[in-house]
């Protein structure tokens, strides 16, 4: 059961954990406004609110959380999140062709492995999309992602091709914008 | 390289680039090397794409079986196609289709073809 939780917060699912911190927050204010209602106590002290009100959202909020971990949807959900950090796994490393010290041959073929995984990736992610019936690429992720190959697909395969520092700058910038649009994504995905 | 384009139906003229072509495309121009876009497209989309339009046939292009297309290949090709087919008021999309295991695959081709001229926007 914990080990459910821990995997949550290790992998960052932080839409679960808000859900969890946010049932004891509300369980706590309906106890508050319950204890001024009836008048059952002239006083109640802090540490009685905050006892009961954990109590509350151990008897209610964990079953209720590990039924949402455990769901058909959040599992698939998961799995999903899977696949998008597979994609910026596929860009990130892709990044590394540049600077690795190969022959244009090897350069060039890097690239186009990177351009067959990166269809590969997307792929996926649609499949996927279209299984859960949301989370479509957003269109700026398409338009960041586009702008990085046609980086990547253009000068690499030009005729005395030299490698810049214009070029690996324009390359880190592209890959940065990809990745903060990726973020977004998953955020946009975790918290749905 | 020999052209093995093979009538798949009796309406249909068929391109595999792996088979026809190459596994490894290269860049746009062919001065940038062998397996460029401009020879693909020279040699045999343009005459292929030709006869198909005037045969009434749809060319249908094979596009799985090679390692990858880096983006200045189907610019190249496709694209500068696609471009062409535009200024003579032409849809190219109306006599090609694209054949992949791959969806993202014949997007990015299906892309190139509606918006040769996406690449100058970024």
């Known amino acids: 059961m914990w080990q459910h939780l821990l995997a949550e917060l290790r992998r960052g699912a932080w839409a679960s954990v808000f859900i969890a911190f946010g049932g004891y927050l509300i369980g706590i204010i309906i106890l508050g406004l319950l204890s001024l209602g009836f008048h059952l106590k002239n006083e109640v002290t802090l540490v009685e609110i905050l006892t009961l009100g954990f109590s509350i959202f151990v008897a209610i909020g964990i079953p209720l959380l590990l039924k949402r971990l455990t769901s058909d949807a959040d599992a698939r959900r998961t799995l999903f999140m899977g696949d998008v950090e597979e994609l910026l796994r596929v860009y990130e490393d892709s990044a590394k062709i540049l600077q690795q010290d190969s022959s244009m041959e090897e350069v060039q073929a890097s690239i186009r492995l990177f351009f067959s995984e990166s269809e590969q990736a997307k792929d996926l992610i649609n499949k996927g999309s279209e299984h859960l019936g949301r989370f479509a690429i957003p269109s700026s992720l398409k338009d960041a992602l586009k702008r990085y190959e046609i980086l990547l697909g253009e000068p690499p395969f030009q005729e005395g091709f030299t490698l810049t520092d214009i070029l690996l700058t324009q390359k880190e910038e592209l890959l940065h914008t990809i990745k903060v649009e990726i973020r977004k994504y998953q955020y946009e995905i975790l918290l749905q | ?122």
Do not use: W
């Open chain 2, 1 to 122: 390289m020999s052209i093995t384009a093979s009538h798949r139906e009796s309406d249909a003229i068929t391109i595999n680039i792996a088979k026809d072509f190459t596994n490894a495309p290269g860049g746009r121009y062919c001065k940038d090397g062998p397996y460029s876009g401009e020879e693909f497209l020279d040699k045999i989309l343009r005459p292929k794409y030709e006869q198909a339009k005037n045969e009434r046939k749809l060319l249908i292009i094979e596009l799985d079986g090679v390692y990858g297309y880096p983006s200045s290949f189907v610019s190249g090709s496709f694209g500068l196609l696609s471009s062409e087919c535009k200024k003579r008021k032409e849809n190219l999309l109306e006599h090609i289709s694209f054949v992949s295991s791959s969806p993202s695959r014949i997007e990015r081709f299906e892309l190139e073809i509606r918006d040769p001229t996406q690449r100058e926007k970024f």
